[in-house]
């Protein structure tokens, strides 16, 4: 069964850095494309980063552009995120998620595999 797990969560203050990880294991996620998304209490999910199959494309919401970077391994099935100078309104449960295309979306309803969420709090 295929599986994404996220880590990597954390508290951390305001300015702060943190690096997400997210390891596919139970089958290859060979030609997917991978996004995070967020979830704070009482909103949507939305669409933090993407990255291309290749790794060659990738594109950030605007609330984080210049302060997160998506990367991925794929010898090691995992994908990563960076995020640096945290604010208070990064705080949510962060998920990646798989698409089956060799193309990231910013919509999540494009993408069939998710993990199960890792915490971030960033205290001001």
């Known amino acids: 069964q295929a599986r994404l797990v996220e880590s990597g969560g954390g508290l951390v203050q305001a300015g702060g850095s943190l690096r997400l990880s997210c390891a596919a294991s139970?089958?290859?996620?060979?030609?997917?494309?991978m996004g995070w998304f967020r979830q704070a209490p009482g909103k949507e999910r939305e669409f933090v980063a993407g990255?291309?199959?290749?790794?060659?494309?990738?594109d950030y919401a605007d609330s984080v552009k210049g302060r997160f970077t998506i990367s991925r391994d794929n010898a090691k099935n995992t994908v990563y995120l960076q995020m640096d100078s945290l604010k208070a309104e990064d705080t949510a449960g962060y998920y990646c998620?798989?698409?089956?295309?060799?193309?990231?979306?910013?919509?999540?309803?494009?993408?069939?595999?998710w993990g199960q969420g890792t915490q971030v709090t960033v205290s001001s």
């Open positions: 990255i291309s199959w290749s790794g060659h494309n990738t």
């Open positions: 998620a798989a698409r089956a295309d060799s193309y990231f979306s910013r919509f999540k309803e494009d993408y069939a595999h």
């Open positions: 139970g089958r290859t996620f060979g030609g997917y494309a």
